[in-house]
């Protein structure tokens, strides 16, 4: 966040380009966060549905779906309570 949420999605799909961590549910459970305090939320709900699919956590992955869920519900993801893992 040195830098501002917009640089955060930026820097978390640079990761995700990168072989070892690709299919790790934690990287796509980062960038909802940041996607949230940019405003998008439909992009923050597409992100902590893919994190629950790839997680193997049962808590994980509910906690994951509550959060995609919740935006659905209000229109929008309210950025606190968010979690950047």
């Known amino acids: ?17 990168e072989p070892r961590p690709r ?12 996607l949230e305090k940019l405003g998008r939320p439909e992009e923050a709900r597409t992100e902590y549905r893919r ?13 994951l779906r509550q959060r995609a869920g919740r935006g659905q ?5 309210a950025a606190a309570g968010t979690s950047s893992a």
């Open 1 to 17: 966040m040195a830098w501002g949420p917009a640089v955060g999605p930026e820097l978390v799909a640079a990761v995700a380009a």
């Open 23 to 34: 299919g790790h549910h934690l990287l796509p459970s980062v960038r909802p966060g940041r």
């Open 51 to 63: 994190a629950a699919q790839l997680t193997h956590n049962r808590r994980e992955r509910d906690l």
């Open 73 to 77: 519900r209000d229109g929008a993801i």
